[in-house]
């Protein structure tokens, strides 16, 4: 079974895929760690070390959301200019149609699905992934996705229990 999807995107719901994403490592972590210590080091100096560290935190706090909503804005702006991107999956692989450019994994180069509440993961690398919401799948288009993974020894996160799989998506 192919399953196709086109992922509309809205700022708000990019904004939290940024943040999750971000923070779906240890090294998203070790980031806002090491700002905060560049900062309140650079605070130091003029001031005591309870009131740099506190710049320092303040700093990592205004600017992480920041972050976050730049990272969105390019995402809306590039689905303005190319359209919302499809996805696909056959048992070839995955595939992204981004406009005009379009993306094609063997399953041996996905590193993981996962799926949360709202939305579903395809990581193309340990911390980027395609996504798109789960209410996008239909139940027997789940349970043939998360088919695709569990033949291609794709490791499945937060995956629809087994009994869950119809016949039809097989």
Not at 15 to 37: D, E, N
Not at 72 to 96: I, K, N, Q
Not at 159 to 169: H, Y
């Given at each position: 079974?192919?399953?196709?999807?086109?992922?509309?995107?809205?700022?708000?719901?990019?904004?939290?895929?940024?943040?999750?994403?971000?923070?779906?490592?240890?090294?998203?972590?070790?980031?806002?760690?090491?700002?905060?210590?560049?900062?309140?080091?650079?605070?130091?100096?003029?001031?005591?070390?309870?009131?740099?560290?506190?710049?320092?935190?303040?700093?990592?706090?205004?600017?992480?959301?920041?972050?976050?909503?730049?990272?969105s804005w390019r995402?809306?702006?590039?689905?303005?200019?190319?359209?919302?991107?499809?996805?696909?999956?056959?048992?070839?692989?995955?595939?992204?149609?981004?406009?005009?450019?379009?993306?094609?994994?063997?399953?041996?180069?996905?590193?993981?699905?996962?799926?949360?509440?709202?939305?579903?993961?395809?990581?193309?690398?340990?911390?980027?992934?395609?996504?798109?919401?789960?209410?996008?799948?239909?139940?027997?288009?789940?349970?043939?996705?998360?088919?695709?993974?569990?033949?291609f020894n794709v490791?499945?996160e937060g995956s629809?229990?087994?009994?869950?799989?119809?016949?039809?998506?097989?």
């Amino acid at each position: 079974m192919a399953i196709t999807v086109t992922a509309p995107r809205t700022f708000f719901r990019t904004f939290a895929i940024a943040a999750q994403l971000w923070f779906s490592a240890p090294s998203g972590y070790v980031t806002v760690a090491f700002m905060f210590v560049l900062i309140t080091f650079s605070f130091h100096n003029p001031a005591p070390l309870w009131l740099a560290a506190l710049g320092g935190l303040g700093w990592v706090a205004a600017m992480l959301p920041f972050l976050f909503a730049l990272q969105s804005w390019r995402t809306l702006r590039a689905t303005r200019d190319s359209g919302a991107p499809v996805f696909s999956f056959d048992e070839e692989g995955a595939a992204c149609a981004n406009g005009a450019i379009v993306t094609r994994l063997p399953w041996s180069a996905i590193h993981r699905i996962k799926f949360d509440a709202r939305t579903c993961f395809v990581y193309v690398t340990p911390r980027a992934a395609w996504f798109f919401g789960r209410d996008l799948l239909t139940k027997d288009q789940e349970a043939a996705l998360s088919d695709f993974a569990r033949r291609f020894n794709v490791k499945l996160e937060g995956s629809a229990p087994p009994e869950s799989i119809s016949s039809e998506a097989l």
